[in-house]
Structures are given as C-alpha cells and as structure tokens.
C-alpha cells in the first residue's frame, strides 16, 4: 500500500493525475494496484530532504536516498526520477522541482569527488552523517563528510547526464543550467574521463599509476579491485575505464562497453545543452562531442568481437589487448538497452547485426514500446 498523503515524501499532482488517468486504461485491479504503488513510490517514500543551497537560495537541492540508508547514489537517484519524465511538461510543474533538486545536489557531489558513487546527507539539511562499516583504501582520497562509498561506476555519470537530456528536452529550460554548479559537473565528469582513458603502460613500457584504485577489506572479490587496487592492465582505446559495474560487482576488464555507450550517448545529446549556453567555457560543447566520439569509436573497434558461432557481437567488457567478457548484466545500462539509451537504433539492421539480436528482439520491441507509450520521443 502506498503511504497516506500526510506520510509522503512529496506530493506531485502530475503523478497524482497521471495514477487516475491510467485507471481507467488499466482493466485488470491487481496490474493497475501494482502501478498505483510503484510509481509513485519514489516520491512517496524517497525524497528525504529538500531545501537551497546555503549560499544561494536560488538553487533547489533535492536528497533523494534509495532505501533505508540515508546517503545518495548518483546512478540509482537518476534512475528513480527518470520515469517521472513521463508526466514532467514544464519549468513550472511540481515534479519538475525534484529534477532540478537532484541535478543540483549530484553537480556538487560530481565537482566535489567524481569518482564516487553514494554521498552523505548535505550540511543544508541538518541530518546526522552515515558510516558504512567498510575498510577501503582509496585513490584520490576523499572527505567522509562528503562521500559514502566510493565505488567508481562510469554509469553514475551517464545517469546525471541522462537526467540532463531528460530534464531540458521536457522543458527547455535553459536557464536551469546557465545559472548554477551544472558546466563545472561537465568539467569534472571530463577531466576525470581523461585520466580513466590512459592505458595501464606507455609507449616505452613504462606503468603509468591509475587516477582512481580501490581495495577493500572483504572477502569478496566481486567487491574489490584485484591486482592490489588496480585491477587487470589495460590498453588504450578511447573508451573510459569503469572498475566496477552498474551491479556493484569488480569488473573483470574496466572498459564496459554498455557503460560506455550510455556515456557517449548521453555527452553527445547534452552537448546541445552546453551549445546553448550564453556564458558556457568556450570549446567545451565541442570537446563533449570529442570525447563521445572517441568512446564510440573505441566501442566500435574493441568492443564487437567474433561470437561462439562467429557472429559479430559485442563483448560486455574488454581490455583493449584481446580480452574480452562475453555476458550481459541485469542492470541498466546493459547491452540488452543499448536501444533503450538510444545508443543503437532499434529498427537498424546493420547495427543489430553486431549482436545477436534474433532471441532478444521481442524484448526489445518490448522496452520500445514502453517508451511510446510513456511518451518519450528520444531514440
């Protein structure tokens, strides 16, 4: 059951709304039970905090936690408001608030320690800071004040750039991102692209130190990076390190190749964003393009491989010297959603060729179809 509305966590008459309109629509009582408690259940139960930023009032932030653990992941608080891009029209509307709240917030978090993945509660809302009880040595370091984990997923910041694109093609609001922290995110999202892009030895054989290593003190090793922090050597392809996968799970190799595609996809479709910008950094719409255009190259290059029937398909992770993982993760993003993150045309054949799209295709024709149906006209 949903919480009473004096219980919520926000309330949103667009949702509201939409829960009334879909009744109708939906005959069965059980489905349309389903929907009327989880769709909402985001707002209803997750927005722990929301308020402005201590030094502008301007700026709405938005603490959106994911369970019952008071910290903020990038990746899962993106994912938890996309789906509310379905009933978000306008600048003005209440969800639209939530959006812009959450952008706002993740910006700080990704200027402040873009390789991180969950942070603390901020200093605005007065709540009580986390521990985790987790032992980790870390590279670069970083305030405990600030940070909760510090698992580098390269899909947290295709999640806040997916939240970017989902955000501004509602609404057009333009201002939004001229007027606070969202062209320093970008920089910082790019300047650590950078550096997870070099390969593990240069050109004389020289090891060059990794800009981001991890080991934890577990007995798991899906939860720690092997090779003391640095996982497996790695060559150069263009594409962005991810040590660890969208599931939380160490990756075998670190250039993932649908983490990749989120994220060339979505600086490519954000790119447009900064293009606009009255005052953005002079080159930098540009220089968002480049990088996506690298990534996708590298994926074209290392990432389709021979299949176990010779076909051309795409690996889930590689290392750019022949290694290769061949699986798929339950997870968004994952090869399966290629489509879904319109990184692949789910109608082009030469593109469904690298996979072997033929037992997956009615799942895809699936997701598609969702998608119309929730309204949204990207991809």
């Not at 550096?195 to 004389?204: E, F, I, L, R």
């Not at 979505?266 to 690298?294: C, H, V």
Request: contains cysteine; charged residues 20%.
């Amino acid at each position: 059951m949903r919480p009473s509305p004096e219980c919520r966590t926000f309330n949103s008459s667009a949702v509201e709304d939409a829960i009334k309109m879909l009744k109708d629509e939906i005959g069965d009582p059980d489905l349309f039970r389903l929907f009327e408690n989880a769709f909402p259940n985001t707002i209803d139960t997750c927005i722990k905090w929301r308020g402005v930023a201590a030094n502008n009032s301007e700026e709405e932030l938005a603490f959106i936690i994911t369970g019952d653990i008071n910290a903020m992941w990038v990746r899962d608080s993106a994912n938890q408001i996309a789906p509310y891009k379905a009933v978000l029209k306008d600048k003005k509307d209440d969800i639209a608030s939530i959006f812009r709240g959450a952008l706002n917030l993740q910006a700080r978090y990704l200027i402040q320690s873009p390789y991180c993945n969950a942070f603390q509660p901020p200093p605005e809302s007065g709540m009580n800071r986390n521990t985790n009880g987790g032992r980790y040595k870390v590279t670069p370091s970083y305030d405990d004040n600030v940070v909760y984990t510090c698992n580098f997923e390269l899909d947290d910041w295709g999640g806040f750039l997916q939240l970017s694109h989902d955000y501004f093609n509602k609404t057009q609001d333009l201002d939004f991102f001229s007027k606070f922290q969202w062209t320093h995110a970008i920089q910082s999202i790019l300047s650590a692209a950078r550096a997870m892009q070099q390969p593990t030895y240069g050109p004389d054989g020289e090891w060059i130190p990794p800009a981001y290593s991890f080991q934890s003190y577990t007995m798991s090793a899906a939860g720690t990076q092997g090779n003391n922090g640095f996982n497996s050597p790695v060559n150069y392809t263009g594409m962005v390190r991810s040590p660890f996968r969208p599931s939380d799970d160490s990756a075998i190799y670190d250039f993932g190749i649908a983490a990749n595609m989120m994220l060339a996809r979505y600086l490519e479709s954000t790119s447009s964003i900064m293009s606009k910008l009255p005052d953005a950094p002079q080159g930098l719409a540009k220089e968002m393009i480049d990088m996506a255009a690298e990534v996708s190259n590298g994926i074209e290059q290392f990432g389709i491989v021979p299949g176990p029937k010779g076909q051309k398909i795409y690996a889930y992770e590689v290392d750019g010297y022949g290694g290769r993982n061949l699986m798929d993760d339950a997870n968004i993003p994952s090869l399966l959603s290629a489509p879904y993150l319109g990184y692949l045309d789910k109608y082009d054949q030469t593109q469904r060729d690298k996979r072997d799209w033929e037992s997956a295709h009615s799942a895809l024709r699936g997701v598609a179809d969702v998608k119309d149906y929730a309204g949204d006209d990207d991809g």
